[in-house]
């Protein structure tokens, strides 16, 4: 099994940041599959603080607390939107426009999917994005949430026609079932204030192949 310990980007008595790697659930689920909840304690001896989650096929930055204490302020700057997350996203096609920002509230669908809210419905969800690579059937792109909901870049790029290369629920794969469990999304950086002591932190998961042809 993978060793956790290899993948951590920042470490101290507060909080572990750890590289996700692409292909685990971030909590357990029924279908038996190892999760990185298990991989967590099997590595480092303790249960895992979540603060927040990446969906099982995006990789990259994930802030871990060591402490309840912790969990509650990171949690409390989440809420408050000074985290900042930016993500790297290979998208089909390419968006109308270079940089834009979609401001569209989503809302459930059914079979834990999320779809863009009719009118007067939904929760507010808002991305910015920025194009940074066009090749000859994908586009390169730079995404930064301002909120966190479920799924949000997945449903967001999709409503700008261009989803994610590899996205079996919400791109032109729908409904096969991909050979890729990978999402071509990465959590790139993040940007928070320390929980203990107020430091601002920048923490850089590196870029994954998929995204370097186009980042060079």
């Given at each position: 099994?993978?060793?956790?310990?290899?993948?951590?980007?920042?470490?101290?008595?507060?909080?572990?940041?750890?590289?996700?790697?692409?292909?685990?659930?971030?909590?357990?689920?029924?279908?038996?599959?190892?999760?990185?909840?298990?991989?967590?304690?099997?590595?480092?001896?303790?249960?895992?603080?979540?603060?927040?989650?990446?969906?099982?096929?995006?990789?990259?930055?994930?802030?871990?607390?060591?402490?309840?204490?912790?969990?509650?302020?990171?949690q409390r700057q989440?809420?408050?939107?000074?985290?900042?997350k930016t993500y790297?996203?290979?998208?089909?096609?390419?968006?109308?426009?270079?940089?834009?920002?979609?401001?569209?509230?989503?809302?459930?669908?059914?079979?834990?999917?999320?779809?863009?809210?009719?009118?007067?419905?939904?929760?507010?969800?808002?991305?910015?994005?920025?194009?940074?690579?066009?090749?000859?059937?994908?586009?390169?792109?730079?995404?930064?949430?301002?909120?966190?909901?479920?799924?949000?870049?997945?449903?967001?790029?999709?409503?700008?026609?261009?989803?994610?290369?590899?996205?079996?629920?919400?791109?032109?794969?729908?409904?096969?079932?991909?050979?890729?469990?990978?999402?071509?999304?990465?959590?790139?950086?993040?940007?928070?204030?320390?929980?203990?002591?107020?430091?601002?932190?920048?923490?850089?998961?590196?870029?994954?192949?998929?995204?370097?042809?186009?980042?060079?």
């Amino acid at each position: 099994t993978m060793n956790l310990q290899e993948r951590v980007l920042h470490e101290d008595d507060h909080l572990r940041v750890l590289n996700k790697p692409s292909g685990y659930s971030v909590l357990k689920d029924n279908t038996g599959a190892a999760s990185l909840a298990d991989l967590y304690e099997d590595s480092f001896g303790e249960p895992p603080l979540w603060v927040h989650r990446l969906d099982k096929g995006t990789s990259g930055v994930l802030l871990v607390a060591r402490t309840p204490e912790c969990r509650a302020e990171l949690q409390r700057q989440f809420d408050k939107g000074t985290i900042e997350k930016t993500y790297l996203a290979l998208v089909s096609g390419s968006p109308p426009k270079r940089k834009g920002t979609i401001d569209l509230p989503l809302e459930k669908a059914r079979k834990g999917r999320f779809r863009i809210a009719s009118p007067g419905r939904g929760v507010e969800s808002i991305t910015d994005y920025e194009v940074v690579g066009v090749g000859a059937t994908t586009s390169l792109l730079i995404c930064r949430p301002k909120t966190g909901r479920t799924h949000q870049i997945r449903v967001h790029l999709q409503e700008l026609g261009c989803p994610l290369a590899t996205d079996p629920l919400y791109g032109y794969l729908r409904g096969k079932p991909s050979e890729n469990p990978h999402l071509t999304l990465h959590s790139w950086k993040i940007r928070f204030q320390h929980p203990e002591n107020g430091t601002r932190m920048e923490i850089v998961a590196e870029e994954p192949e998929w995204a370097r042809a186009d980042l060079d």
